[in-house]
């Protein structure tokens, strides 16, 4: 299984994300909404998004979808609080959240390899 962490400024933006994307995967896929600070207000937290990548353990890839640059810089951030197994299986990828995420979502049932992910998500724009 990959797991999927969705980080925006907003919580409402990855909710909702997170609801479409398992109404069309299922539970085939771990989404994770880590937007928002954790307490309602607008922005980010690497705390809480390295809290949500550590519920992650049992997933073969991890992938991190942002939104604006400091949602990107906190998942950064995030990354260096993470322990080396699950650092090593993390990747932040570059590419629009809810297309990004949809598609890696998808793709995922297709075929899970991180290489087939990948690659797929170079389509998306």
Same mark, same amino acid.
């Given at each position: 299984?990959?797991?999927?962490?969705?980080?925006?400024?907003?919580?409402?933006?990855?909710?909702?994300?997170?609801?479409?994307?398992?109404?069309?995967?299922?539970?085939?896929? %771990?989404?994770?909404?880590?937007?928002?600070?954790?307490?309602?207000?607008?922005?980010?937290?690497?705390?809480?998004? +390295?809290?949500?990548?550590?519920?992650?353990?049992?997933?073969? %890839?991890?992938?991190?979808?942002?939104?604006?640059?400091?949602?990107?810089?906190?998942?950064? @951030?995030?990354?260096?609080?993470?322990?080396?197994?699950?650092?090593?299986?993390?990747?932040?990828?570059?590419?629009?959240?809810?297309?990004? +995420?949809?598609? +890696?979502?998808?793709?995922?049932?297709?075929?899970?390899?991180?290489?087939?992910?990948?690659?797929?998500? @170079?389509?998306? %724009?």
């Amino acid at each position: 299984m990959i797991s999927i962490v969705l980080v925006s400024h907003s919580q409402k933006i990855t909710e909702g994300l997170q609801e479409m994307i398992v109404e069309m995967v299922g539970d085939t896929v %771990h989404i994770i909404s880590s937007g928002g600070t954790g307490d309602g207000r607008l922005g980010t937290n690497a705390l809480m998004i +390295a809290d949500n990548i550590a519920t992650c353990t049992n997933s073969e %890839h991890i992938y991190i979808f942002c939104d604006i640059g400091s949602a990107i810089l906190s998942a950064e @951030t995030a990354l260096e609080l993470l322990d080396t197994e699950l650092l090593e299986k993390t990747t932040i990828i570059d590419a629009p959240l809810v297309e990004g +995420a949809f598609t +890696a979502a998808v793709q995922s049932l297709v075929n899970p390899s991180k290489e087939a992910i990948l690659q797929e998500l @170079t389509n998306v %724009h």
